[in-house]
C-alpha cells in the first residue's frame, strides 16, 4: 500500500482533522497537459499491472497519453506535512554551499520519548542554527513520515477542469456553507476561486488547468511496523 506526504494549509489541514475537508485538487504530474490544456480530452481510467492509468486524448495528434496518479490509486494513504517543532540542535556538517557558506543540519534528540509536537512549547524556542539543546520550529517541507499525525485513505480519484469544480466540491474542499440560498451557492464557487488564487496564483486559475480530484476520508495513524 502507498503512502504518500502531502503538503495542505495549517487551516486546511485543521479542516481535514476535523473531517469537514474530504477532497482536494493537485496539479502534479499533470504538467504537459496543462501546457495547453484546451487540447486535452479525459479519455478514461484503465488497470494495468502497474496500477491505474489515466488516458488523455489530444484532439490534434497522437499518440495518446496515459498518465499514473502521483498521490497513489484509490485505498492508498496519504499524511498531511505540518508545521512543527522537534528538540534537537544544529550543527555543522563540514561542507560548504555553492555561497561559500557553511552548511548546517539539524539533529533531533528525543529524550522524552517525543516524535514532533504540534503546540508550541512552553519553553522559549530556539532559534534556526542554534548549536544549543532545544526546541525548534521546523517547516511541514521537512516533516519526516514517522512524525505525520494526519492520515487518511484515498477513496476516489477522478480528473477535471479546475473551473469546473461543483458547489457540492466547494464544501468537500472545506469552504464554510453560509446561508443565503443561490447567493450561497455562487459564493462558495467564487470563495473556492479565491482560496486557490491565494495559493496558487491568478494566472493558474485562469488557465483553467486539468487537476486531480482526490476524495479521502481520515483515518487513524498506522502503527509502525515492528
Known amino acids: ?15 481535514t ?19 495547453a490544456p484546451d487540447a486535452w480530452r479525459y479519455g478514461g481510467v484503465y488497470r494495468h499491472a502497474a496500477g491505474l492509468a489515466y488516458e488523455f ?9 496515459f498518465i499514473k496518479c502521483p498521490y497513489g490509486d484509490p485505498g492508498d494513504l496519504i499524511y498531511l506535512k505540518e508545521p512543527h517543532y522537534l528538540y534537537g540542535f544544529w550543527s555543522r556538517t563540514g561542507r560548504k ?11 533531533r534528540v528525543d529524550p522524552y520519548g517525543h ?6 512549547p512552553k519553553s ?4 534556526s542554527k542554534e548549536v544549543n539543546l532545544g526546541w525548534y520550529k521546523r517547516s511541514p517541507l521537512f516533516m519526516a513520515k514517522v512524525d505525520a499525525r494526519t492520515w487518511a485513505k484515498i477513496t476516489g480519484i477522478s480528473l477535471g477542469r479546475l473551473q469546473n469544480i461543483s458547489v457540492d466540491d466547494c464544501f468537500r474542499e472545506g469552504i464554510k456553507r453560509l446561508f443565503g440560498g443561490a447567493s450561497n451557492l455562487k459564493g462558495a464557487w467564487i470563495r473556492y476561486s ?3 488564487i491565494s495559493i496558487n496564483g491568478q494566472d493558474s486559475w485562469d488557465l483553467n488547468p486539468w487537476v486531480w ?3 479521502y476520508k481520515l483515518i487513524d495513524k498506522p502503527k509502525a511496523k515492528e
Do not use: Y
Not at 500500500?1 to 479542516?15: D, E, I, V
Not at 482533522?17 to 501546457?35: D, Y
Not at 522559549?124 to 532559534?127: I, N
Open 1 to 15: 500500500m502507498k503512502q504518500t506526504s502531502l503538503l495542505m494549509r495549517p487551516g486546511l489541514t485543521a479542516l
Open 124 to 127: 522559549r524556542l530556539k532559534k
Open 17 to 35: 482533522r476535523a473531517g469537514t475537508k474530504t477532497q482536494t485538487r493537485r496539479t502534479s504530474g499533470l504538467k504537459e497537459i496543462n501546457e
Open 194 to 196: 479565491e482560496l486557490w
Open 57 to 65: 486524448r489530444h484532439l490534434c495528434v497522437g499518440p495518446n497519453k
Open 213 to 215: 480530484i482526490i476524495d
Open 115 to 120: 516524535v514532533a509536537e504540534f503546540d508550541k
Open 97 to 107: 554551499r555553492k555561497c561559500g557558506l557553511d552548511k548546517w543540519a539539524f539533529e
